[in-house]
């Protein structure tokens, strides 16, 4: 998953980079990392266990704890 399919993902699924990093039990800098071009100094990449979390999320999965209410 390239750092734009990230970013799409969290966006068509309405949640903040707060929100996705809380359901990857992660930080909100990591996430901006991701979603950094790959080409940056301080691009990430997710591990694949996030990778799985979020394909699942885009195919309809919802954890209990997902946030309420539409988010940007």
Not at 7 to 16: F, V
Not at 33 to 54: G, K
């Amino acid at each position: 998953m390239t750092p734009a399919e990230i970013k799409q993902a969290r966006h068509s699924l309405g949640l903040s980079v707060a929100d996705l990093a809380r359901l990857l039990d992660t930080d909100p800098q990591t996430v901006r990392r991701m979603e950094y071009d790959e080409t940056a100094s301080t691009h990430r990449a997710p591990a694949p266990r996030m990778i799985r979390l979020i394909a699942a999320y885009v195919a309809g999965y919802r954890p209990q704890d997902w946030p309420k209410g539409e988010r940007e």
